[in-house]
């Protein structure tokens, strides 16, 4: 049986983010618990860990450790339950983006185009809007937005075009019935790549994981104590670009502003010019480990 999920980067990305075992500390991607664990084995006894993750499946997953608790939502609510919890500020804040191996490998859950399934792809499943909604009610103009921003699909415009054509003949309700329907797009030579990406791309909207990084990203700079650590560990180009321009001009855009001195306007301040990769030992046992980059900011 497969592990829940298989923590990246795990040693070095707590290894950067403890400064002091007894303060407060975040991990806002809890799923399997991995590195919420890590975490806690730095801490003492006086440390505090708060995780949050929306998706049901991970509160099998929760520590029994009195410094432990786990908020079942959204990281974008951050300020909120950390002020709730009258927990701010805190010492250091881990995010490791992205899916988890379980839900990647529960059909059921309609993330990935290697099963047939639903198209489901709720982190949380008590959401409204789900891969089915959006593949059934979304304009062809809007699709083939989500496929050209968030999937990086060159013909994003002719696959939204097919998606209407046939769910106007026949609705399509399954991952298996999706990829059907677009195969006349899928190019030959990388059909996985393709599928991933389409999949990946309505993954983002539905969860609208691009807008909860955003926010995530600006009250993190809130919470986080002077001196204090934001460790990112991200799975491509949308998610690393926008913590690089955060990091770099405390924007989105990348276009640093200085002060009357020639400072940069910005609450972090990055840690080296590049990120971190993981070793090639790591990505040959955790193939999910290629695409992973971290990067590292201190609160000013």
Partial sequence: MNPYHLPVLLHESVAQLIQSPDGTYVDVTF??????????????????????DRDNDALQNVPDDARFTLIHHNFSFLKHYQRYYNAIPV??????????????????????????GPLDMRMDRDAAKSADTLINGSSEEEL???????????????????????RAAKAIHTTGELKTAIESCIPKASPSRYLSQVFQALRMEVNGE??????????????????AKLVVISYHSL???????FFNSGNFTGKKETDLYGNIQRPLKPMGSKPILPTDQEIAQN????SAKMRIAIKN
């Fill in 287 to 290: 193939k999910r480990a290629r």
């Fill in 31 to 52: 799923g399997g618990g991995g590195h919420s664990r890590e975490i806690l084995a730095h801490l003492s006894a006086q440390g505090k860990l708060y995780s949050y």
């Fill in 239 to 245: 998610e690393d670009r926008m913590v690089k321009n």
């Fill in 210 to 227: 691009m807008k909860a990084l955003e926010k995530m990203l600006i009250q993190a700079s809130e919470v986080l104590d002077t001196g």
């Fill in 144 to 166: 083939a937005r989500i496929f050209y921003v968030y999937g990086e699909i060159a013909n994003s415009r002719k696959l939204a075009s097919i998606i209407c054509t046939r």
């Fill in 91 to 116: 010492q250091g804040i881990l995010a490791d983006l992205g899916i988890s191996s379980h839900q990647i490998d529960e059909a059921e859950r309609g993330f990935s185009h290697r099963f047939d």
